[in-house]
């Protein structure tokens, strides 16, 4: 099974979340790309209860700054998502081996970074209700599964 899609995490803070990602990631054969810092070691017990024992089945890499992730990945196709962006990502192709790419879990991508980004790369998943966002995983689960949806990914 070929890998589909590249999960990265800016900064994430909370190991649990991190670590339902790594287990989805294993789930749908995605990749994890991790950039520092971290709000937590990759040791951590609540990562390793969260991800279980598939934490050894992912493929994940972590990067010391957003610099050094770009250089890595300078021509792949990275879609950002935002609870402040203003198209929806229903409305949004997605790619095979596309980079979906996510904030921290207490305040997103931060403002100075998304008024840098061009507007069509910049997604949000929609919702009604009185929240601000969703939880960190949950969104990369519907995102995921969407792009997965696209492109007709049958697992």
Same mark, same amino acid.
């Given at each position: ?9 800016l ?23 991790l ?14 209860r ?18 050094? %992730? ?5 021509? !792949? /196709? ?5 609870? @402040?962006?203003e $198209? ?6 997605f ?15 931060p403002q ?6 061009p ?14 966002? %969703? ?5 990369? !689960? /519907? ?5 997965? @949806?696209?492109? $007709?990914?049958?697992?």
């Amino acid at each position: 099974m070929q890998n589909s899609f590249n999960i990265v995490l800016l900064t994430p803070q909370i190991p649990n979340n991190t670590g339902n990602i790594g287990r989805l990631c294993v789930a749908t054969n995605a990749i994890l790309h991790l950039i520092e810092p971290l709000g937590f070691e990759l040791s951590d017990k609540y990562l390793k209860r969260a991800g279980l024992d598939y934490w050894k089945h992912l493929e994940y890499y972590t990067y010391p700054s957003l610099e050094d %992730f770009y250089k890595k990945h300078p021509d !792949s /196709i990275i879609t950002y998502f935002s609870a @402040r962006a203003e $198209n929806s990502f229903w409305d949004h192709q997605f790619k095979q081996n596309q980079f979906l790419f996510f904030g921290r879990e207490a305040d997103g991508l931060p403002q100075e970074f998304r008024e840098n980004l061009p507007k069509e790369k910049l997604v949000k998943i929609p919702f009604e209700g009185k929240v601000r966002s %969703f939880n960190l995983a949950n969104a990369v !689960s /519907i995102a995921l599964f969407e792009a997965l @949806r696209q492109n $007709n990914e049958n697992r």
